[in-house]
């Protein structure tokens, strides 16, 4: 089944303790990117990556991290977390080619306190 | 600086009453216009993809249309399960970057 995963579904953490929340694709999609979405504000993208190695910022990277070393993996990284990402976190991935069309993972709520 | 803005926030249907969405866009150099629709607990699931004025794209009770400021989107005769939150979201030429508007969350009433 194509699919996009994400984990974990849920996470509690405290300021400042260095997470990761991994995201996965089996589509052999190029483009993978990640969002956030707030009550009011929607899906903010924060991170996109045009294929293995390639990354770029997009409008709310500040806080965060990403790589891709792999094409099926993009994870992303908080390495001093701030209660002001607490949020719902979204994977997507898709063909270059069409890369609006997006495959989206199930989300992972964060809550830093 | 680029905008997505959806009216309205949300919209209260009975089953079989017709209506519309409007998402009016200010992006330089518009690549695409593209229609989500996403699930309460769920994450977005991709609908449309308009990428000149004057088109239209179908899909069983939706129909979304594009102008050169703003895009619609019509939902005829719906039904209960059409109940969801529908986004929007705007695509440059000259980047890879995709901004989406918060959304119109339409309940849908037997």
């Known amino acids: 089944e194509a699919q996009v995963t994400q984990n974990p579904r849920y996470l509690i953490t405290v300021t400042g303790k260095k997470l990761t929340v991994t995201c996965s694709q089996n589509?052999?999609?190029?483009?993978m990117s990640w969002y956030r979405q707030d009550p009011g504000l929607g899906l903010r993208q924060i991170y996109y990556s045009m294929n293995v190695e390639v990354t770029d910022k997009g409008d709310v990277p500040e806080g965060y991290k990403v790589s891709r070393k792999e094409k099926r993996n993009f994870p992303l990284i908080l390495e001093s977390p701030s209660p002001n990402q607490t949020s719902l976190y979204f994977c997507?991935?898709?063909?270059?080619?069409?890369?609006?069309?997006?495959?989206f993972g199930p989300g992972t709520r964060l809550l830093v306190l | 600086e680029d905008q997505v803005t959806q009216s309205p926030e949300a919209l209260r249907l009975q089953e079989g009453e017709s209506s519309s969405l409007n998402c009016s866009y200010t992006v330089s150099g518009l690549r695409g216009l593209f229609w989500y629709r996403q699930d309460p607990g769920k994450g977005p699931e991709f609908l449309f993809t308009?990428?000149?004025a004057g088109e239209e794209k179908e899909k069983e009770r939706l129909k979304a249309t594009l102008t050169k400021k703003e895009s619609f989107l019509h939902i005829t005769a719906p039904k209960p399960e059409d109940s969801a939150t529908y986004l929007c979201?705007?695509?440059?030429?000259?980047?890879?970057?995709?901004?989406f508007g918060a959304g119109t969350t339409v309940t849908v009433r037997a």
């Open positions: 979201a705007a695509g440059r030429s000259n980047d890879y970057k995709l901004s």
């Open positions: 589509m052999n999609h190029e483009y």
């Open positions: 997507a991935s898709s063909l270059y080619r069409t890369r609006e069309t997006q495959y």
């Open positions: 308009l990428y000149s």
